[in-house]
């Protein structure tokens, strides 16, 4: 089960709308998680200090979203500020994902904590300044990080990489919240570019009429942007481009069995779709739906978004083959 929401107004407005919606799951099962109180170790450091003022020098609007989210949650702010900095603090964050990525056609497994089974949900939100888009959210955190599409037709999933070293720099999420209010890959690689990185991610970004998407891994050290105008990719959540060879990073085995799984599927010609939902590596399979998962993920939904037309036309299955939603640009059909 997939929710459906609305958010507008002012940013804090939109961040109060996120944490009233995400309150219940928050309380339920994240405040009594492991990856919580990992990242909680974080309160009060230097480290977690020098991200917010990055975040309020470049981007006190996302700070107002954190602060309106963490109202609604009834949480702290500096709690709330930590879990989505949790990936910039701790390599190990619940975090994973697939994507497949073609010249016209980002597809993307979405993977998470098994807690918020059920919990998750796409918001359709409505900025005061900027392009209104649709995003997969997690209860807790500020949109962004996972997939989604704005008004101005940039499509954009993200995959996890564990960099085992993150400097004083911007939080990642903060980072492709920020990019979400662009409208080609080329503004959001310079968006990464201009900023201090702290964390590390992946990220798939196309635009609907565009005649290439692009891989784009970013970390504290560089920002490497891949073209892809031919052929088809699979990215797994580690860094695999060149540019990335001494990054310093935790490659699970998930991580490993389905980047080498999804590739040796690419050649033999498999769909996309079909990619995603193989669990045909029985013990690290690219769809994950097992409680015995090795990282303690599994996949929330799947993400199929073709960027051909003028419009990206894309579903949101859960799980895959099973369409919840259906999408032209960003109007719900």
Not at 22 to 38: D, I, K, Q, T, V
Not at 116 to 128: E, H, S, T
Not at 139 to 150: K, L, R
Not at 233 to 239: E, S
Request: charged share 20%; hydrophobic share 45%.
């Amino acid at each position: 089960m997939l929710a459906w929401l609305r958010a507008e107004g002012s940013h804090r407005d939109i961040g109060l709308a996120l944490g009233r919606w995400g309150a219940e799951a928050c309380h339920g099962h994240l405040l009594r998680s492991s990856a919580w109180a990992g990242v909680q170790r974080w309160r009060g450091s230097a480290e977690a200090a020098a991200m917010r003022a990055h975040v309020e020098q470049a981007f006190p609007w996302i700070m107002d979203e954190l602060s309106g989210l963490a109202e609604g949650l009834g949480l702290p702010l500096e709690d709330v500020f930590l879990w989505n900095c949790r990936g910039d603090l701790w390599a190990m964050a619940p975090d994973g994902c697939t994507t497949v990525l073609a010249a016209a056609r980002l597809s993307h497994n979405e993977d998470g904590d098994p807690g918020f089974a059920g919990r998750c949900g796409l918001v359709d939100l409505r900025p005061p300044d900027g392009p209104a888009f649709v995003s997969f959210v997690y209860p807790g955190s500020i949109p962004g990080h996972t997939f989604a599409v704005n008004d101005a037709g940039l499509a954009m999933t993200v995959n996890n990489i564990r960099a085992r070293r993150a400097p004083p720099g911007m939080p990642r999420m903060v980072l492709t919240r920020a990019v979400l209010t662009l409208g080609t890959p080329t503004d959001a690689v310079a968006l990464l570019r201009a900023h201090p990185r702290a964390g590390a991610f992946h990220l798939g970004i196309g635009t609907a009429g565009g005649d290439a998407t692009y891989s784009v891994e970013f970390s504290s050290e560089t920002v490497s942007a891949e073209r892809v105008a031919a052929g088809r990719r699979v990215h797994a959540n580690h860094a695999i481009h060149a540019l990335q060879a001494g990054l310093s990073q935790v490659v699970t085995a998930s991580s490993r069995h389905r980047q080498a799984r999804g590739d040796a599927l690419l050649a033999q010609g498999t769909e996309a779709l079909d990619i995603l939902a193989d669990q045909g590596d029985a013990a690290e399979p690219i769809y994950r739906n097992s409680a015995a998962d090795t990282d303690d993920e599994n996949t929330m939904a799947t993400a199929d978004i073709d960027l051909g037309g003028p419009l990206a036309a894309w579903t949101v299955q859960a799980p895959p083959g099973d369409i919840r939603f259906r999408f032209e640009g960003i109007r719900r059909l």
